[in-house]
């Protein structure tokens, strides 16, 4: 290798450098930022053909040796991209290509061209240059920071249509839209691109080696985006690298989409580095799922706006039963087993809950600006009051007053207590016994009934967006992307990216702010917070005693002393009788204040 440099991954970080091997070819692991210094900033290589992406190919066509290349090639962190080094421009966050590890690739004219349906579409091929800013809300004078590949399809393609051997295999929860993905995968590459054979893993990853496959036609999947699930089956755990890679290329498939959530995806990024050491032409394309929202970069995860709307139909139950009785409550129970955007979003839709708990907002139940002090409150003023809580909102309190379960799922997912039931109880006993009342509290748990259904018209038509992209992308040779809107526009995103955090709701950001001014619920300070705060006025207000009592006891002793200084008496007896009895007072003084200074200890 010629112009080595190391990549390091991690969360805080990410170190990237352009790299060239001696045959011209680029060389760059997965999610490797590349540019090149220009002046006083940093330039999106311009001037790309089909099927040149790198900054070598970039540098011959302008006649500039690799050596020079090299050269003026720059390391950047990412978080010397976000702290906005003004030195940085753009930077361009790529991901993996076939070419990268399969040199002098034929491409082929993208089918598209001769399509009549787009015949009229001004544009319709993405553009080489064309990227997504990650963040669109920038000062003057910043940098524009992290840029992706715009998603959509290109001039030239790496595959031939009658040699591709696609799959689709789904893994993890059930999710609003599965089925929709599904259906438009194989409809886009029928349709689109006239590939004729897609088959349909079973059962999840360890259906690569432990099921059957089945053919997945147009007219098998016409019909499958008005059910809810998955036609394919599903399942967690049962990643095996090795067996699933092996089946991959003994089947002779040449394009694997993985349509999953965070776990799902670290698979299938393992995937598609075991392919790439191997040598393979297997395009790996991901497509994210999770109905929390709870996946990174992206704007939103397909069934969000499903579970939302299903969600609200919940709280309106749980709000007729509240109303209805006298001391009424309704509690429901929604996803988020880290992120609270279903709850939160739901909440504001509605109008008519009165508190929302979720995992990023600790909350406590007793004492001063506490839940229970809420609700009774609610109860008085209103004759009902309605609650939503998160599955994952909690958890701290309920492991300490249950046997706590520190297990996890197939998936590795943390294996949740129940909050729902474990706050019914909690609420009920404490109306009973401090309160002297009876509530009349009723638990709604519709988690599965919302995995269950079918997707509304808004995550169709996002479903349909997102398998196009990721078919588009497979077909232009990109691999060990994921797709999805960032800022609005699709972009092909490097799997590893997603992985690295969590999309969770920001308690300081805007959107948390709107919903305690629709609810009116306390921000939930920790107990300790607001224990402390009391402690330190008490303290303040005892300092405040003692040194006013401290005035007090000094006072008069400092008179009585002036009082002996200024006095002359000629009897040498009465001048000794008074000095001790200036001695005497400050004596008693003395013992007084330090009474005093021991009270306040």
Known sequence: MAGCGSVVHSNLQCSFLALTSDTGRPSRPSGFFHGRRHGTGILLKNKFLSGDRSLTSFARRETVSRAAVRNSSSVFTRAEVNTGNRDLGAVLEDVPHLSDWLP????????????PAYSDVEQYFVHPDDVVAEDIVVRLNRPSGIHFRRAGPREKVYFKPNEVRACIVTCGGLCPGLNTVIREIVCGLWHMYGVQEVLGIEGGYKGFYARNTISLTPKIVNDIHKRGGTI??????????????????????????????DGTQRGA??????????GLKVAVAGIPK???NDIAVIDKSFGFDSAVEEAQRAINAAHVEAESF?????????????????AMYATLASRDVDCCLIPESPFYLEGEGGLYEFINGRIRENGHSVIVVAEGAGQELVADSMQSMDKHDASGNRLLLDVGLWLSQKLKG???????????????????????????????????LLAQSAVHGAMAGYTGFTVGPVNGKHAYIPI???TETQNRVKTSDRMWARLLSSTNQPSFLRHEEIMGAKGKEESTKMLKESDALVEKISSPARQGNAFAEKKVDSSPQENGLNGRKAELSQAENGVALKKAQGSLK
């Open 104 to 115: 002098n690739l034929p491409t082929y004219p993208n089918p598209l061209q001769d399509n």
């Open 269 to 278: 990024n393992v995937i598609h580095e075991e392919i790439r050491r191997r």
């Open 290 to 292: 999770t109905i929390d």
């Open 232 to 261: 394919l089956g599903t399942s967690r755990g049962g990643h095996a690298t090795s067996k699933i890679v092996d089946s991959i290329q003994d089947r002779g498939i040449n394009q694997v989409y993985i349509i999953g959530g």
């Open 326 to 342: 006298e001391n009424g409550v309704g509690l429901v129970k929604l996803m988020g087993r880290y992120s609270g955007y279903i």
């Open 496 to 498: 590893s990216r997603i």
């Open 430 to 464: 404490y109306f009973i016994t401090e309160r002297k009342q009876v509530i009349n509290l009723k638990y709604i748990d519709p988690t599965y009934m919302i995995r269950a259904i079918p997707s509304n018209a808004s995550d169709n038509v996002y479903c349909y």
